[in-house]
């Protein structure tokens, strides 16, 4: 989970669960298909990685989203529990083209949404339409896959920070992914290929065959620890506790769809949506 600048941030342990040891990197699967995407569509942030997405309902008048972590905002973490919505921020990302050169900026005044509980996403809502975006740049946005993602696929983590690719496969997925604080539920992991770094943060994890997002890269175990920060575990059914050391892990993206309706306007109240709520 680390950024490019990272505060000091004290880190909990998480004593729930029977350490059941420090796993080895599990082997890279191969499973062939599909072309490893560009960098259109994708974003860097003063700390981050991001991509400009498209949702279910989402038309070309639709203010475009910006994609990326609940750890990447600039007011700060928040903290396990905490559901931000509708809050008003200023912040500019540099859109990328196809090549990786920057295009031009797109500004956000407002948070849709942001989170690190049971998940780890921000989405910025812009002052520019994808019809815009388009007709300025000659750039689309990529498109959320409205499914889980699978076993198996190779799948591309896409930096807009450091206009770098890694490309690996999903090795599998965490039942509760724990760091510091923070709890995340179904983590993708990735096989070792994926050696993410400081800035991939919320850079787009994107299928290689279908080219669609399914996930948003998060963190990383880079010292072998248990639970704290920048060294997730994994927590399986029974409450036993593995650490992967080196290994990198993503959110997955499919369950935002049925959280947007028209107008890309937030409606966590929809039916199917699963994303936290804020505390009453």
């Not at 399914?214 to 593995?242: A, I, S």
Request: proline share 5%.
């Amino acid at each position: 989970m680390r950024k490019p600048l990272v505060s000091t941030l004290a880190a909990a342990l998480f004593g729930a669960a029977a350490l059941t040891g420090i796993a080895t990197a599990p082997a890279a699967a191969a499973s062939g298909g599909g072309t490893p995407p560009s960098f259109e569509g994708t974003v860097a942030l003063s700390n981050c990685s991001g991509s400009v997405v498209k949702l279910k309902h989402s038309r070309p008048d639709d203010p475009a989203l910006v994609l990326s972590n609940g750890h990447c905002l600039e007011e700060g973490m928040p903290g396990a529990g905490e559901v931000i919505v509708d809050q008003q921020t200023s912040r500019d990302f540099t859109l990328l083209n196809a090549d990786g050169s920057d295009a031009g900026k797109v500004h956000s005044d407002k948070i849709a949404y942001a989170t690190m509980t049971d998940t780890d996403i921000s989405l910025y809502e812009t002052d520019t339409t994808y019809k815009e975006i388009k007709r300025k740049y000659g750039i689309d946005a990529l498109r959320l896959d409205a499914k889980h993602p699978r076993k198996g696929r190779d799948i591309t983590v896409v930096s807009g920070y450091w206009k770098e690719k890694f490309g690996c496969a999903i090795d599998g997925f965490a039942h509760r992914l724990k760091e510091a604080d923070w709890t995340w539920k179904d983590s993708i992991r990735y096989t070792m290929d994926c050696q993410t770094k400081g800035g991939t943060s919320g850079s787009p994890v994107i299928d290689d065959r279908t080219g669609k997002v399914v996930g948003v890269n998060n963190t990383h175990n880079e010292d072998g620890e248990m639970c704290t920060l920048n060294n997730p575990c994994e927590v399986n059914e029974q409450g036993h506790v593995v650490i992967r050391y080196l290994n990198a892990y993503g959110q997955q993206t499919y369950l935002i769809n049925p959280c947007f309706g028209r107008g890309n306007q937030l409606d966590l109240d929809a039916r199917g949506c699963r994303l936290p709520q804020p505390q009453s």
